[in-house]
């Protein structure tokens, strides 16, 4: 992690900047580089689950969430206006959140006009937005993708209401085979369902249970994440209160590989770790943070990378409303990494894909030899049989899928 020197913003050709606040990123002196992926942020739910650590707000006027919508679309024009730096050549977009669809359609109708208005979205290859399966309604799917929205992503969770309530998910699992129908009523194939494993209470049984019923539903990709216990949630506190069970990690481990076998036996591959779909159904947008690519994010906590310089947005939204109204970037934990840093996080990023480390992407984003600058971890753990290594790529084995994190943390510093 690099610091930056202390100087003004305005006047600087740093690219980032610290100041009171916490940091301002100069777009236009940042590298000259090809923007793919752009990322919005809508912080608003319903309700705060108790395992969520994402930014988000609940209790929000639509009048609040209205002026939202003129804000980003203010940011939105920190990338479009600067003569020099990034370019923003949009081949994804992904609105997450928050509950993206939280947004009244009015507002939701004001946003898409409005960066299709700012930015070129001729080369768009992928819109996506996250929708709640609980709200879902025909009209708001038929606006958003006569609005050239492609693909809707559904946060099912589970499909057991037992483990709903742990979660403290506030949907039925009706809504999910509902909400999936109305968005192809409205025109959509490209659906996602999200699944979490791993829950308190939870055995192999209703796991099976939960992803035959996101099966049945036949849409082309499935993500599949365990749970996971973030510092300050409400699940946090409740495990360190022993006020509940932790599923035992060879449980875990067991729900994984089931997760495997049956969406790979109904045509959904991984590839990636944590996520399957049907041939050419890849979500080509998270394809982009994982491969090393440029994106830049909107909103409230959204992240940014552009060649090695990577931040988030304060992750507070009057903060964050008071820096856009200031009318710069607001950036917080911003780093520049140095080019053995981000050799080896995209080294851990694409140890993930089912891919591998692929030799000939890893050289083009980092202009290193894979095979030189990891030999000694390819010996190392390649003996053990955690790791493969052909002509084209190194590869987890189903092995070193077990330990995944792990053996990926071993490429973090390449010779
Ligand atoms: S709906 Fe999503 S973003 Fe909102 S609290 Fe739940 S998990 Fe977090």
Redesign the pocket.
């Known amino acids: 992690m690099t610091q930056l020197p202390v100087v003004s913003a305005r006047v600087s050709n740093n690219p980032v900047v610290p100041n009171a606040s916490g940091a301002i990123v100069n777009p236009a002196a940042l590298p000259p580089a090809d923007i793919e992926a752009l990322y919005v942020h809508i912080p608003f739910?319903f309700?705060?689950?108790h395992?969520?650590d994402?930014y988000?707000i609940t209790r929000q006027t639509p009048e609040r969430m209205d002026a939202f919508v003129d804000l980003i679309l203010r940011e939105a024009e920190f990338w479009t206006s600067p003569a020099a730096g990034p370019k923003p050549r949009l081949r994804t977009v992904f609105f997450g959140?928050?509950?993206p669809s939280l947004l009244p359609a009015n507002s939701m109708a004001r946003l898409l006009a409005g960066l299709k208005n700012r930015f070129d979205f001729s080369g768009i290859e992928e819109w996506t937005i996250e929708v709640?399966p609980a709200t879902a309604e025909l009209e708001y799917c038929r606006m958003l993708r006569k609005a050239g929205v492609d693909r809707l992503s559904f946060?099912a969770q589970s499909f057991n209401l037992p483990e709903l309530a742990t979660l403290e998910?506030h949907h039925d699992p009706s809504d999910v085979p509902r909400s999936i129908a109305l968005a192809r009523e409205a025109g959509f194939t490209r659906l996602n369902v999200d699944l979490i494993y791993a829950v308190p209470g939870q055995d192999l049984e209703s796991w099976a249970m939960s992803l035959n019923a996101a099966l049945a539903l036949g849409t082309p990709h499935v993500s599949a994440y365990n749970l996971t216990y973030e510092s300050n949630t409400p699940m946090a506190v409740k495990k360190r209160l022993g006020r509940l069970v932790p599923i035992e990690e060879l449980a875990e481990l067991e729900m994984f590989h089931h997760a495997r076998r049956s969406l790979a036996a109904a045509g959904l591959q991984p590839y990636e770790i944590s996520n399957y779909a049907a041939p050419g159904e890849a979500c080509r947008h998270n394809l982009v943070y994982w491969t090393g690519g440029n994106y830049i994010g909107l909103g409230p906590s959204a992240a940014s990378h552009v060649e090695g310089h990577r931040w988030r947005n304060r992750p507070h939204l009057r903060e964050w409303e008071e820096a856009i109204t200031g009318g710069h970037v607001p950036a917080t934990d911003v780093e520049i990494l140095s080019p053995s840093q981000r050799a080896g996080e995209l080294a851990m990023l694409m140890l993930r894909l089912s891919g591998g480390l692929n030799y000939a992407a890893f050289a083009a984003k980092t202009g290193l030899d894979a095979r030189t600058v990891f030999a000694d971890q390819v010996n190392r753990l390649g003996g053990p049989g955690l790791l493969t290594a052909d002509a084209n790529a190194i590869r987890l084995t189903e092995s070193g899928l077990n330990v995944a994190d792990a053996v990926a943390a071993e490429f973090l510093s390449p010779a």
Do not use: A, W
């Open positions: 739910c309700h705060k689950c395992y969520c994402f988000s959140g928050g509950t709640n946060g998910r």
